[in-house]
């Protein structure tokens, strides 16, 4: 910056940040010069964006390096504060009272009128209805927001959020929930506000979109702020390679070692066709063989945990014929799912995937004793050499049987989720992210176990955020966009920059 | 150092050891300043007295234990009351009609509550609520307000019969206990009910059927609810039409005071023992002391606080005063507990 020059309206020099042992911002640094821009975030699962979101609007407190806001170093101790600077953020989760008006929508948290001793409707009413004319928002203020579209509920936190008199607006991956019609209305409102002088902070991860709508990129790696300038200056392969960085992840000779077993001759595990889930996924079709290991890839909301779930018939009735080993199969709940032999690995290990009040031990044979006789007493030791040896393959103690469930380690508690399903080998396991925050080493364990039950005739779905994952681990990758399958690609002869940009929706 | 049999018992005491050690102390207390307070008729009588509270609180357990609670009991104790004088005045044998009791609480508890509760997922507090509700109207127009006398054997003998020198109740609630426990501890089923109660979507996506498993539980706290009925008529000697409306609460209470959690999956029944035991001490104790009985409820409430409270203070207390010296082992016992006793 050249002396003299006004100071930017933001800027982030040198944000570090450590959680426990991990370092989630290194050396983050953005600016934004003035008002009135798109500044669009871009990085990968793990770069260190939703970290640096939440120290921009106030949820989380960084270690070292400024904020400062027109020159002036801020710390915002509270999303409250942080409005208080003039700095709002719409978050993924779209967060609305669903049973009050738009107007009280709008209004919360700050924005109603007081007089006397109450709240003003009529005056709450008309200050409410002055924010959506100006985002130019045709709504009935007096209508619940249980009523609206998702987009439309996703104007009513924008609306919130400029009620504040924000100057900065933060939006996080706002169009991962919206169809393409809702993401034109969006980008309307998105530049109208740029034109009254707001400036926007975006994130998304959709190649198209975001150059249609970026003035400015900042990119993360790592923690790092690997690369910022004008959306000019980018073209999508350079945004991608700035992603990835430069020399590719190593680890890809286990994915190509095993995928030497499948062939096209192996009998099929898992037929799918026809797959739809209203709103999340269309027309998903399918052939897991046996052996076999297939990736899903994609965006948030490209509707990959929807596949998995219909599958296992954890979500309803799904539209869709399905066969397991050539025997039709109607997904209706997990009891008939797991005995047709298929499990389901969720994606959140604390709250769906374990009982984490519950001893090691319960929940390693949880699976395994479902359809025992339920008065009948539990024999000591039934299936004891099973979970010792499940156990042993995925190098957690045996002696940790008795111990809660909750004082194990997250790589720990994914072991014993995935276990549980070992214990019964499934002919078909669906995974859900399945090594999602757990370290290193225990990431290889339970990946060399997925290997190895794959190679004994196990077929898996795994449906991964982590590039580099799927292609450690899968024989091929299916990745989606918007709820359909865009391509199938084998793995040996793809590589992570062509799937970014496939999930980003750009054809390769 | 302490035998480590002992020190695993103590280890499994650690969700409800403030009850364990107030109990204690109470007891104490009275035998020391009561002189009635100690004599073996008395603490048959302050235990047979607590009977109906319980046998209810003892399927009240599973009912919290699964994240759930139930306010309809005190319903179905008076509706059992009224079933049972009128099957008796019809001539069915006596122990048939406290089995055909047991049987309705069951259903009672079941098809109403465990219907409502488990498979159309209403909330427990209208689904209990509104079968509390309705129950009440059922007994008072079906008894037409009346009270029935009973005088039939089977009534007499669940209330006054000795055994072994033993009122008859006693060995009910070591019976039922017995059951209980065996239960939770040693059955498919209780870990059913622990694992529902500490997270209902990871037991049903590991294939436990957790609508069945949530009917059976409220059926079996219909069913407790229904012998507490019948025993009360033996020990009043007649069927009332009023419904005990604390009866749900105080049982509740007492399953809390013994460490079970009301957002279910942890404590178990040995503790609601100990709770049901807390408030009938207190209750003997203070009235022998001449002290009015409703100071019992003024301290039964703040011990319920202090209890609730220090169950979040307590266990980090313990482990870090025991952390530096303990084992694998060690830890492995206290976790252990989590099961309760």
């Known amino acids: 910056m050249v002396d003299g020059h006004p100071a930017p309206l933001l800027r982030l020099e040198g944000v570090q940040k450590t959680f426990g042992p991990t370092r989630a911002l290194k050396d983050a640094n953005l600016t934004i010069p003035t008002g009135g821009v798109v500044h669009v975030l871009i990085g990968e699962n793990g770069s260190g964006k939703s970290t640096l979101l939440g120290v921009l609007s106030g949820q989380i407190r960084h270690d070292a390096g400024t904020v400062s806001l027109e020159g002036r170093p801020v710390r915002f101790g509270s999303p409250v504060a942080a409005l208080r600077h003039g700095v709002a953020m719409v978050s993924q989760e779209i967060a609305v009272a669903p049973d009050l008006s738009v107007a009280e929508n709008v209004l919360l948290g700050r924005g109603q009128v007081r007089r006397w001793a109450g709240i003003s409707r009529s005056a709450s009413r008309s200050k409410a209805q002055g924010v959506l004319e100006r985002l130019d928002f045709d709504v009935d203020p007096d209508c619940p927001v249980r009523r609206l579209r998702p987009d439309q509920r996703q104007m009513v936190e924008i609306a919130r959020a400029l009620t504040a008199e924000a100057r900065i607006l933060i939006l996080d991956e706002p169009t991962s929930s919206l169809t393409d019609d809702e993401v034109g209305s969006l980008f309307a409102t998105v530049r109208r506000l740029k034109a009254q002088g707001v400036a926007i902070i975006f994130v998304s991860h959709r190649m198209q979109e975001l150059f249609e709508i970026a003035d400015d990129i900042t990119v993360l790696r790592d923690g790092v702020t690997v690369a910022e300038g004008s959306a000019a200056s980018f073209t999508p392969e350079s945004l991608v390679s700035a992603m990835l960085g430069e020399d590719p992840p190593a680890g890809r000779e286990g994915g190509s070692a095993a995928s030497a077993g499948v062939g096209s001759d192996d009998p099929v595990a898992l037929r799918v066709s026809g797959l739809v889930v209203p709103g999340s996924v269309e027309d998903f079709r399918l052939d897991l063989r046996r052996g076999e290991i297939v990736g899903l890839a994609g965006l948030v909301g490209a509707g990959r945990s929807e596949v998995l779930e219909s599958i296992f018939g954890a979500r309803g009735h799904a539209a869709g014929t399905f066969e397991i080993h050539g025997k039709p199969y109607v997904p209706h709940g997990p009891r008939r799912a797991i005995a047709h032999g298929i499990g389901f690995v969720p994606a959140d290990r604390k709250a769906d995937g374990l009982v984490l009040g519950m001893s090691v031990g319960a929940n390693m044979t949880m699976v395994d004793t479902h359809d025992a006789p339920r008065l009948a007493p539990p024999a000591r030791g039934r299936g004891a050499a099973t979970v010792a040896r499940v156990a042993a393959s995925l190098r957690l103690n045996p002696q940790l049987a008795e111990t809660g469930t909750a004082r194990l380690s997250g790589g720990n508690q994914q072991k014993v989720a995935v276990a549980k399903w070992l214990v019964r080998r499934p002919g078909v396991l669906l995974l859900d992210e399945p090594t999602r925050g757990v370290d290193v080493m225990a990431k290889a364990d339970i990946h060399q176990e997925l290997r190895a039950i794959a190679a004994a005739g196990s077929a898996l779905l795994v449906n991964s955020s982590e590039i580099d994952e799927l292609l450690t681990l899968c024989h091929r990758v299916l990745v989606m966009f918007r709820g359909r399958v865009v391509a199938d690609l084998a793995v040996p002869d793809t590589d992570d920059s062509e799937i970014l940009k496939l999930a980003g929706g750009q054809p390769c | ?341």
């Not at chain 2, 100071?295 to 319920?304: H, K």
């Open chain 2, 1 to 341: 150092m302490l035998n480590p049999l002992i020190r695993r018992a103590w280890a499994s005491t650690s969700q409800f050891r403030l009850v364990l050690l107030l109990v204690v102390a109470m007891f104490a207390f009275f035998a020391l300043t009561q002189p009635a307070f100690s004599t073996s008729t008395n603490v048959q009588n302050l235990v047979a007295n607590s009977s109906l509270l319980w046998v209810v609180a003892m399927g009240m357990t599973f009912v919290l234990l699964s994240g759930g609670f139930d306010l309809s009991v005190g319903a179905t104790a008076a509706l059992t009351g009224i079933l049972m004088a009128k099957s008796l005045e019809l001539g069915i044998p006596g122990p048939l009609v406290v089995v055909l009791c047991v049987a309705a609480g069951a259903l009672v508890g079941g098809l109403l509550n465990g219907v409502a509760v488990g498979k159309v997922g209403l909330s427990v507090f209208v689904v209990t609520l509104a079968t509390m509700t309705s129950l009440t109207g059922v007994v008072s127009l079906w008894s037409g307000s009346n009270s029935f006398l009973v005088t039939a054997p089977a009534a007499k003998w669940l209330a006054t019969e000795r055994f072994l020198g033993l009122p008859m109740p006693i060995w009910i609630m070591a019976a039922v206990f017995l059951v209980a426990l065996y239960v939770q501890n040693r059955t498919y089923f209780g870990r059913d009910v622990y694992a529902i109660g500490g997270s209902a979507t990871a037991a049903r996506l590991s294939g436990i059927h957790v609508p069945r498993t949530l009917i059976i539980v409220y059926a079996v706290a219909g069913a407790c609810a229904a012998l507490a009925g019948t025993i009360g008529v033996g020990r009043v000697g007649a069927a009332v039409p009023t419904v005990d409306s604390t009866l749900a609460l105080q049982a509740i209470a007492a399953v809390l005071l013994g460490g079970t959690a009301l957002t279910g999956g942890s404590g178990g029944v040995g503790g609601t023992a100990l709770g049901v035991l807390f408030i009938a001490i207190l209750q003997n104790g203070l009235s022998l002391a001449g002290v009015a009985s409703d100071w019992q409820n003024v301290v039964t409430g703040v011990i319920l606080i202090v209890a609730v409270a220090g169950d979040r203070i307590d266990p980090r207390l313990i482990t870090r005063r025991r952390s530096p010296s303990s084992t694998a082992v060690d830890r492995a016992t206290l976790s252990a507990s989590s099961r309760g006793a």
